[in-house]
């Protein structure tokens, strides 16, 4: 069993480099394929691998979706020629975004965001070579439906602009892709925060703690996107057009946007804990200051009652014949005189 916080690789310490250890109970690849040609785009699902080839013109981009099957993979990194140590990373899917530049090609990773049964992150490997891409994917669901759109888009400048220009708008779905998410989390803040004020609760330590620990994985999935996105700006490589660089640029600045939202809830989140407290407090010490109230008043009647309980025989009151609605009266006056004070001077709600 996997815990919250382990990270754990499929190769026994001490193993050879390059080693491609799968995990046997990950999904088959599924393979699709877009070729790009002189401004035409052409979808493939189920490529024959025997036949495919890195194209002399235009670029390609195979998405592999489920990495259960070495020998699939292993076919692909013969193809186009991927380095076995960036191999070993994309079935090791604990690997923080990163930009490796190997000879012929960039391998990029980056942390897709997704949501199902609670917040977590993919892991998206891409291969970054002259005329090609390759994405490898845990399992089907991404992203990148946007980009497929535009693809099919005869007027759409993705087509022309080559492989370079196809990578950054992969990395771009992935970073806009935060937004939302971080969008939802604010508003659950916003509602958590009034809760806390209104209406604190024990269970709301548990939604701040849950929201928290979302915020912290995003943080570690963004962050590191900022250190691979100024390298790609810096690009010698020669992989990335000048007419790119400014897009590259511009996805950069999100990841900073990113940030700094993410760094603000992340306060927000840490002060509602305070905040809570402070609530917790103000409702207990509201409820004592009423039952303390309630006892001031009841105190002195407590001490008439005491008196007239004792067994003296020669106490003149027992024997008045008014004596007994004279202390009830008396009783309630002294209540209703302390209740009128105590609003004056705003112990009661009222103003001081």
Not at 291 to 301: E, V
Request: with cysteine.
């Amino acid at each position: 069993m996997q815990t919250k916080y382990s990270r754990r690789r499929r190769n026994k310490p001490g193993s050879p480099p390059g080693i491609l250890t799968v995990d046997p109970d990950a999904r088959a690849p599924r393979l699709t394929l877009v070729k790009l040609d002189a401004g035409s785009v052409k979808f493939h699902d189920a490529p024959d691998l025997n036949a495919l080839q890195p194209p002399e013109t235009g670029a390609i981009w195979l998405n592999v979706d489920g990495l259960g099957d070495a020998e699939t993979l292993q076919k692909i990194a013969q193809i186009f020629g991927l380095h076995p140590l960036a191999m070993e990373d994309v079935v090791n899917l604990n690997q923080r975004p990163k930009l490796d530049d190997y000879e012929g090609h960039h391998f990029i990773v980056v942390r897709m965001p997704e949501e199902n049964d609670g917040f977590r992150t993919e892991q998206v490997a891409m291969f970054l070579g002259e005329r090609f891409v390759v994405t490898f994917q845990e399992h089907q669901g991404d992203v990148f439906d946007p980009v497929r759109t535009r693809l099919k888009n005869p007027q759409s400048a993705i087509r022309g602009r080559g492989a370079g220009y196809l990578a950054y708008a992969l990395i771009d779905s992935v970073t806009d892709a935060y937004f939302p998410l971080l969008e939802a989390l604010g508003d659950r803040l916003e509602l958590l925060e009034d809760d806390v004020v209104m209406r604190p609760s024990s269970e709301q330590v548990k939604t701040i703690h849950t929201l928290k620990h979302q915020l912290m994985m995003v943080r570690g999935a963004v962050w590191p996107m900022r250190d691979l996105l100024s390298s790609l700006v810096r690009d010698d490589g020669g992989h990335f057009t000048e007419a790119t660089v400014p897009y590259l640029r511009d996805c950069q600045d999100h990841t900073f946007q990113l940030m700094d939202v993410i760094e603000t809830y992340r306060e927000i989140a840490s002060g509602l804990v305070d905040l809570h407290l402070s609530s917790q407090a103000n409702s207990t010490n509201e409820v004592m200051r009423v039952l303390t109230l309630i006892a001031t008043i009841f105190i002195p009647l407590t001490f008439v009652v005491g008196v007239y309980g004792m067994n003296f025989a020669d106490m003149p009151e027992l024997q008045w014949r008014w004596g007994y609605p004279a202390v009830m009266i008396g009783m309630a006056v002294m209540a209703v005189a302390l209740a009128v004070w105590f609003k004056r001077k705003g112990w009661l709600g009222g103003k001081r």
